[in-house]
């Protein structure tokens, strides 16, 4: 069992090493991107990737104060679902109430990986390969249709 501060510096050294190995790659639009803090251009949407030893997944997440507002987005999402699916070339999970820590609801769609251990450093070049397909992925659908998103917010 790791100490709180041997897992705090390896969590460091994990995102430090992802970031490096994402440095040079650009958003389909042709711009650079921070990566790890991916702009969706939407308040309270977030693009994240989690990494725990628990799970691997990168995360759509649906965080609207206003269920309505979420709902709207969400039944766009749904209309694009089979666009979306095709891109991301790996299994997604739609999930519409997902309860976070807080107790409030928000929507999730999400791509794991479940034979993979952060605990393992012979893991993380996997780890990484699988973030980057999945941020690329998720990019090239979200570059051509975050415009649809953003004006049913706006």
Known sequence: MLSKEERKLRNEAFWDGFKLS???KMSSNGRRVNWTNYPTGIKNCYLRMICDGKITTVCFDLQFKDDGVRSIVWEQLEELKKVMEDRMKHPTL???????????????????????????????????????SRLTEFDMFYQEFKDILINLVE
């Open 22 to 24: 994402m440095k040079k």
């Open 94 to 132: 739609w999930k519409y109430n997902v309860e976070g820590p807080d107790g409030k609801n928000f929507s999730r769609i999400q791509w794991d990986i479940s034979e993979l251990n952060f605990y393992q450093d012979n893991d993380w070049p996997l780890i990484y390969a699988f973030f980057k």
